[in-house]
């Protein structure tokens, strides 16, 4: 699918000079990516859209010869044990009050990876390497059928000015395995791309799947702040840059 039109915010564009900061930190979908629903979505409200997406997975990875045979077409079958096993995952507890569990796309396809391969389903190892990398294939597959994304105007040069300006740059971000891949590929589109670790200090990462909770969660922006202190730099002098005000802006200025 194709990203969003952009829509110019009806408001005056305007930011005071920021003494002090050391260090940046990115919020990724919304922000440095356009994203269509202005966030990753793990389904669609349009069950149109989530028919082409996983016709289109069961397609490139030769599922339909593995799944079982029942009435209704497989996407249906595959949409099944699909919101059943992110329903699972959605659900389990953080053992930590106020936390948001995050969805780990890949655990949802190597789960349904293991039912196929159950019965049957062979792949090409040397094309999708172990079942955990052709899990994590399948999901940054799928996700793409599901949302188009482009790089948000001018993000290429937002990043490379704040890393030329000597400032510790980082992430901290609802992300899959998939999702730092998928931003390098964006930003490719609007220029040459610097390697990765000259853009963000690669230690102040902050992605969701790897921490195991998501936005609002406390201790995703806790832990943001303990990669920047590793730097020497405290919380007073991060500047963090994200799209939405109530449920991610609001919790780091308060973290």
């Known amino acids: 699918p194709a990203p969003p039109e952009t829509a110019s915010a009806n408001?005056?564009?305007?930011?005071?000079p920021l003494k002090g900061i050391r260090g940046v930190a990115w919020n990724?979908?919304?922000?440095?990516?356009?994203?269509?629903?202005?966030?990753?979505?793990?389904?669609?409200?349009?069950?149109?859209?989530?028919?082409?997406?996983?016709?289109?997975?069961?397609?490139?990875?030769?599922?339909?010869?593995?799944?079982?045979?029942?009435?209704?077409?497989?996407?249906?079958?595959?949409?099944?044990?699909?919101?059943?096993?992110l329903e699972e995952q959605q659900m389990s507890d953080t053992q930590r009050k106020?936390?948001?569990?995050?969805?780990?796309s890949s655990r949802i396809w190597r789960k349904l990876f293991r039912r196929l391969a159950e019965k049957g389903y062979d792949y090409d190892m040397n094309l999708y390497g172990d079942p955990e990398e052709l899990s994590d294939k399948i999901a940054y597959f799928f996700h793409s059928c599901l949302q188009g994304i482009e790089a948000a105007p001018n993000a290429l040069n937002a990043l490379a000015a704040v890393a030329d300006a000597n400032l510790t740059q980082g992430l901290l971000a609802e992300a899959?395995?998939?999702?730092?891949?998928?931003?390098?590929?964006?930003?490719?589109?609007?220029?040459?791309?610097?390697?990765?670790?000259?853009?963000?200090?690669?230690?102040?990462l902050t992605l969701s799947f790897q921490e195991g909770v998501g936005k609002p969660s406390p201790s995703l922006y806790r832990s943001s702040l303990e990669q920047f202190r590793s730097h020497g730099i405290s919380p007073s002098e991060v500047l963090y840059v994200g799209n939405r005000l109530s449920d991610d802006l609001a919790i780091a200025k308060s973290a």
């Open 11 to 16: 408001a005056t564009p305007y930011l005071k």
């Open 28 to 85: 990724i979908y919304g922000t440095l990516l356009r994203i269509s629903g202005g966030k990753l979505r793990f389904t669609h409200p349009e069950i149109s859209q989530m028919q082409v997406a996983l016709e289109k997975v069961i397609a490139e990875f030769n599922m339909w010869h593995s799944m079982p045979r029942k009435p209704g077409p497989p996407w249906e079958q595959l949409n099944d044990q699909y919101r059943r096993i």
């Open 98 to 104: 106020g936390e948001r569990p995050e969805v780990d």
């Open 176 to 204: 899959q395995s998939f999702t730092i891949v998928q931003m390098l590929r964006a930003l490719r589109a609007q220029g040459t791309l610097p390697p990765l670790g000259s853009l963000f200090a690669l230690d102040t």
